[in-house]
């Protein structure tokens, strides 16, 4: 009896062993990558998603996220090669490439401003915030965008007659907002349902205005495209196979939210997976150049100037190799269905100074 416990209790270690030597292989066997998301928000999802679920495992990817608290932070990243790709806005990428870096979308997972110009609750009409101050993250990051189309929309010229004022993370807008540093902010989600719910309101919901932006997207650099296709064909295949899979399962997208956003209210995870993902992040994310102009012709007055008069390429999906096959119809199917409105987008050129654009 006793000599069968025992060969019980070897085998089980054996076993035990075989398990974590197994683990330890699929590990090493993974290739390490270091990324980024540059808000905590609802619109970073693809990489928090696709890492629970174990996409990134799937196709040979060992991925670390890590947190930015803004895109000029998370851009001097990419740059820098701390990291090998970005979640951010692409007007960040462009005024970054316009200013002479190599760094080029790859993907655009959500294609307008899902912003809100949130204002204090004694502001009744738009008229009210002239000479007021308008909080945002970091000057040329989308929030700096959706701040100047708000101001314009309402017919204020950003600078002039009212302010716009660099404050950092979202959560740190609502307490200048509440503490009466600024009398308005521009928020994604969940700090738009944060900031009402102390009392504020929102004044522009911007997907209204129907503006075609790169609001959110994949950033690499351009070493990487060129000498490491299969990273940037892995790491855009787990990112459309994530967002199928945050489109199809509510449930399990709203844990995943619940994890990385560190949030017990379910109202707001709620809105953060219905507004930004649910309605507004694309199936197949295509990078058009409707998306990158929406940005140019917001900022044509701030962009840098370049370093070169030759074009450079914001989007690289026709020409990169890698990408133009992730965004065809293996993986479009895999999307569950193509959006027919979003033709596959050729090469996205500037000509500096000439500013003329062209494409395919």
């Not at 899979?245 to 449930?251: C, F, G, P, S």
């Not at 370049?306 to 890698?322: D, E, L, Q, V």
Request: hydrophobic share 40%.
């Amino acid at each position: 009896m006793l000599r069968i416990r025992l060969l019980f209790l070897l085998c089980a270690v054996a076993s035990f062993c075989a398990t974590l030597t197994a683990g330890a292989a699929e590990l090493s066997s993974l290739r390490k990558i270091r990324v980024a998301i540059t808000s905590i928000s609802g619109s970073m999802a693809p990489p928090w998603a696709a890492h629970e679920a174990g996409i990134f495992k799937k196709h040979g990817l060992q991925v670390e996220v890590i947190a930015t608290p803004s895109g000029v932070q998370g851009m001097n990243a990419l740059i820098a090669g701390e990291i090998a790709f970005v979640q951010i806005s692409g007007g960040t990428t462009t005024g970054a490439a316009v200013g002479g870096a190599d760094v080029k979308i790859i993907a655009t997972t959500v294609g307008t401003l899902v912003l809100n110009l949130v204002v204090r609750p004694e502001i009744e009409k738009a008229e009210q915030l002239r000479g007021k101050n308008i909080g945002i993250s970091r000057y040329g990051t989308s929030l700096h965008t959706g701040a100047r189309l708000a101001a314009k929309h309402f017919g204020m010229e950003p600078g002039k007659d009212v302010h716009i004022v660099e404050i950092g993370a979202g959560d740190w807008i609502v307490s200048a907002l509440q503490g009466g540093r600024v009398q308005a902010g521009v928020f994604g989600y969940p700090a738009t349902s944060r900031a009402v719910k102390f009392g504020n309101r929102v004044l522009l919901h911007m997907p209204s205005l129907n503006i075609p932006y790169a609001s959110t997207g994949v950033t690499t650099r351009g070493d990487i495209i060129r000498n490491d296709p299969d990273l940037v064909r892995r790491y855009l295949s787990a990112q459309i196979e994530a967002i199928a899979l945050m489109k199809k399962d509510r449930a399990f997208t709203i844990k995943v939210l619940s994890k990385y956003l560190r949030l017990d209210d379910v109202s707001l995870v709620a809105e953060s997976y219905d507004i930004p993902i649910a309605r507004y992040m694309m199936k197949v994310p295509l990078t058009t150049a409707d998306a990158v102009r929406g940005y140019w012709k917001s900022s044509r007055k701030e962009i840098p100037k370049p370093k070169t008069s030759t074009p450079i390429n914001f989007s690289t999906t026709a020409s990169c190799a890698s990408c133009r096959q992730i965004l065809s119809s293996r993986c479009i199917a895999k999307a569950k269905g193509r959006d027919q409105s979003r033709p596959l987008p050729g090469i996205i050129r500037v000509a500096v100074p000439e500013q003329r654009w062209c494409r395919r």
